[in-house]
């Protein structure tokens, strides 16, 4: 089975700063997605991006970009111009292709200081 | 449109009951997943509906555990004999099949305590 690591359990990062929270899989295959979820205190899992991993572009959405390396498969998030609202716990995931199986890491919590 | 449902939101049972846990999908997802997620850790995965086909219960810890999807839709997750180590928020989500980069979306999740 596919195993999806966030070795950050904690970050924190100063409002208006940039943060990298790291992501790193293992597969056998060569085709499948990734996503990264927030999780605010609200415990609502939110969707912040995705990536197709046969996409060479890294996925953005506004603030928020990731840094595939598939060959490293590593699928980090970075978050610019940190906000208040940032703070929340992140989640990696991993879908396979040819299944429906979805495989989440352990989460980081990122703490933003005012 | 409407997200997923779950209902209740908060759950407190005494141990050794049984409690049923509602989760409404988003209309015309065909992949209903249940995730278990304990005080400050990650998603545990119990049970995934696809379709019409047999559910994938690999996830689920015991046998006190079983979960049922009625008509494509609807799914209740059934706990008997409660413990105390079953308290956790219960999260439902749900996808489409057929489009491989469809996110989970996720409802707000039951949160269980049993005391």
């Known amino acids: 089975a596919q195993t999806v690591t966030q070795s950050q359990p904690e970050m924190s990062v100063q409002e208006a700063e940039t943060v990298t929270l790291s992501c790193t899989y293992d597969t056998s295959e060569s085709d499948y997605y990734l996503f990264w979820y927030k999780q605010p205190p609200s415990r609502q899992m939110i969707l912040v991006i995705r990536q197709e991993a046969y996409k060479q572009q890294n996925a953005t959405e506004n603030r928020f970009s990731v840094n595939f390396q598939k060959a490293a498969k590593s699928f980090s998030l970075k978050i610019s111009d940190s906000q208040l609202g940032d703070a929340a716990m992140y989640f990696c995931?991993?879908?396979?292709?040819?299944?429906?199986?979805?495989?989440f890491g352990t989460g980081t919590s990122l703490t933003v200081i005012p | 449109g409407a997200g997923v449902s779950q209902s209740p939101s908060n759950k407190v049972t005494e141990k050794g009951k049984d409690v049923e846990l509602r989760c409404d999908p988003i209309?015309?997802?065909?992949?209903l997943y249940w995730y278990r997620q304990s005080l400050g850790q990650g998603l545990e995965f119990l049970i995934y509906f696809q379709g019409n086909s047999a559910p994938d219960k690999s996830g689920l810890p015991s046998d006190r555990f079983s979960a049922e999807r009625t008509g494509g839709s609807v799914s209740t997750l059934t706990i008997q004999r409660t413990q105390q180590e079953d308290s956790a928020v219960y999260l439902c989500?749900?996808?489409?099949?057929?489009?491989?980069?469809?996110?989970?979306?996720f409802g707000n999740g039951t949160r269980l305590t049993v005391t």
């Open positions: 995931a991993y879908r396979t292709f040819t299944g429906n199986q979805f495989y």
């Open positions: 989500a749900s996808s489409f099949l057929d489009r491989h980069n469809s996110p989970l979306h």
């Open positions: 209309s015309g997802h065909t992949a």
